[in-house]
Nanobody
Framework: QVQLVESGGGLVQAGGSLRLSCAAS????????MGWFRQAPGKEREVVAA????????SYADSVKGRFTISRDNAKNTAYLQMNSLKPEDTGVYYC????????????????WGQGTQVTVSS
C-alpha cells in the first residue's frame, strides 16, 4: 500500500499560483499512473488532472485546462500540480491518488488517499 502525503496548499488571491506536491512511499510509484483530485465543500470529489506512469500522457478537467500542469519525478517518488491563474472556484481540499487506471485520458482512482492539502482562493 502506497502512503501519500500532499503539501503545498494555502491561501492565495485570485490570479495567484500554488504548486502542490504529492510524496509517495514505497517502490511502486514509478510503475503506476496517478491523479490529482479536489473536493469542494458540499461537493463530491472530482478528478483535476492525471498522468501516466512515465509522464508521457496527461489529462485535465475542462475547468483547469490551460491553467494547471501535472508532472512527476519518479526518481523522487513525487508528483506535482502547478496551479496558475487560480480562481475562487478552485477552492477545496486537493488529494493525490496513485495506482489507479489511466485509459483514454480518464483516470479511475484506487481507494487509498492521503490526508489532502487545503487550497483557498480568495476573490
Amino acid at each position: 500500500q502506497v502512503q501519500l502525503v500532499e503539501s503545498g496548499g494555502g491561501l492565495v488571491q485570485a490570479g495567484g499560483s500554488l504548486r502542490l506536491s504529492c510524496a509517495a512511499s514505497g517502490s511502486t510509484f514509478s510503475t503506476n499512473a496517478m491523479g490529482w483530485f479536489r473536493q469542494a465543500p458540499g461537493k463530491e470529489r472530482e478528478v483535476v488532472a492525471a498522468i501516466t506512469r512515465t509522464g508521457s500522457s496527461t489529462s485535465y478537467a475542462d475547468s483547469v485546462k490551460g491553467r494547471f500542469t501535472i508532472s512527476r519525478d519518479n526518481a523522487k517518488n513525487t508528483a506535482y500540480l502547478q496551479m496558475n491563474s487560480l480562481k475562487p472556484e478552485d477552492t477545496g481540499v486537493y488529494y493525490c491518488n496513485v495506482g489507479g487506471t489511466y485509459y483514454s485520458g480518464l483516470y479511475s482512482p484506487v481507494r487509498y488517499w492521503g490526508q489532502g492539502t487545503q487550497v483557498t482562493v480568495s476573490s
